[in-house]
């Protein structure tokens, strides 16, 4: 799904114009992103959650010349999903309906027929 995607979803749903919708899903995923950046956690429930997680610089190494190379201290982003989607996720599709089409094995194979 695309940030598109969501913006005809708000159009048709709600009723709103597209720039309305554009301008709501913009501010939405702006607010988020400024939170994040400030290390904010962001948790929407029924949805998850999104985590800033600070990693200790470290030294690495080149595996092509082995020579050692420091990494610098960084921020990650985790995203952990909440129950009641990871529930929804799991949850097993729904049984397509039955049709009233004979089988493969219940057809009559060619040249079976009482010959007239």
């Known amino acids: 799904m695309l940030k598109s995607d969501l913006i005809n979803i708000l159009v048709a ?5 597209q720039k309305q919708a554009e301008a709501t899903i913009e ?9 994040l950046c400030r290390g904010e956690n962001i948790e929407i429930r029924g949805l998850g959650a999104f985590h800033v997680k600070n990693y200790q610089g470290y030294q690495g190494r080149n595996p092509k010349t082995g020579q050692v190379i420091p ?4 921020r990650g982003l985790l995203f952990r999903t909440g129950k009641e989607l990871r529930d929804r996720v799991n ?3 729904p049984q397509q309906a ?3 089409l004979p ?3 219940e ?6 027929g009482t010959g007239l």
């Open 13 to 17: 749903k709600r009723g709103v114009t």
């Open 98 to 100: 039955q049709t009233d």
């Open 107 to 112: 057809s009559k194979s060619p040249g079976t």
């Open 27 to 35: 501010t939405i995923f702006e607010s988020m992103k400024d939170a």
């Open 71 to 74: 990494v610098k201290p960084k």
């Open 103 to 105: 089988s493969v094995s």
């Open 91 to 93: 949850r097993p599709p």
